[in-house]
T-cell receptor, first 115, second 110 residues
Framework: EAGVVQSPRYKIIEKKQPVAFWCNPI?????LYWYRQNLGQGPELLIR????????DSQLPKDRFSAERLKGVDSTLKIQPAELGDSAVYLC?????????????FGPGTRLTVT | KQEVTQIPAALSVPEGENLVLNCSFT??????LQWFRQDPGKGLTSLLL?????REQTSGRLNASLDKSSGRSTLYIAASQPGDSATYLC?????????FGTGTRLKVLA
């Protein structure tokens, strides 16, 4: 069974440029999470989807970040324009949350460097 | 607001030692607790998930315990190996989302 797939793995951009990250969750997983992880820190939730509905986006900086999960499967996270402080690893995770497990499975992440 | 703390931040042990990693949380109203391992430059790998109604979970050389009343979980690693070297993170799930600790960076010396 394929795990959570993310692309690209690495991205280097100049500040003020746009950037997009893509995630394909494990097949059948209805819940998808986007996290940001700064160096030496644990992941922090940006947005959580239940199927195609964003049910928790309280930590998403909405002035520059946007996300979508069309058809309740894969998802895209966009930053426009990027700032120096956005340099981090962006992690996608998925889980099957019917039946009460909620066990999360993570992708390899996208390491973003903003110069 | 839930806060999750992991102590120590870093740990070095000789190969073969048994060791305990600690995770504490401030709000005992949790749904579950999950332990992860993260290798440098990689994503997180799930190790064990403990539901709030459970006291412990075991997988191979790993044993995780949960004491909700005291706000603590421990991850016990038996007979440590150099391949166990990684950062170990715990994450606590409240009503809607997981809150992560900052991790313990483990190095097992050959």
């Amino acid at each position: 069974e394929a795990g959570v797939v993310q692309s690209p793995r690495y991205k280097i951009i100049e500040k003020k440029q746009p950037v997009a990250f893509w995630c394909n969750p494990i097949s059948g997983h209805n819940t998808l999470y986007w996290y940001r992880q700064n160096l030496g820190q644990g992941p922090e939730l940006l947005i959580r989807y239940e199927n195609e509905e964003a049910v928790d986006d309280s930590q998403l900086p909405k002035d520059r970040f946007s996300a979508e999960r069309l058809k309740g499967v894969d998802s895209t996270l966009k930053i426009q324009p990027a700032e120096l402080g956005d340099s981090a690893v962006y992690l996608c995770a998925s889980s099957f949350t019917q039946g009460g497990s909620y066990e999360q499975y993570f992708g390899p992440g996208t390491r973003l460097t903003v110069t | 607001k839930q806060e999750v703390t992991q102590i120590p931040a870093a740990l070095s042990v000789p190969e073969g030692e048994n060791l305990v990693l600690n995770c504490s949380f401030t709000d005992s109203a949790i749904y579950n607790l999950q332990w992860f391992r993260q290798d440098p430059g990689k994503g997180l790998t799930s190790l064990l998930l403990i539901q709030s109604s459970q006291r412990e979970q075991t997988s191979g050389r790993l044993n995780a315990s949960l004491d909700k009343s005291s706000g603590r979980s421990t991850l016990y690693i038996a007979a440590s190996q150099p391949g166990d070297s990684a950062t170990y993170l715990c994450a606590v799930k409240g009503t809607y989302k997981y809150i992560f600790g900052t991790g313990t960076r483990l190095k097992v010396l050959a």
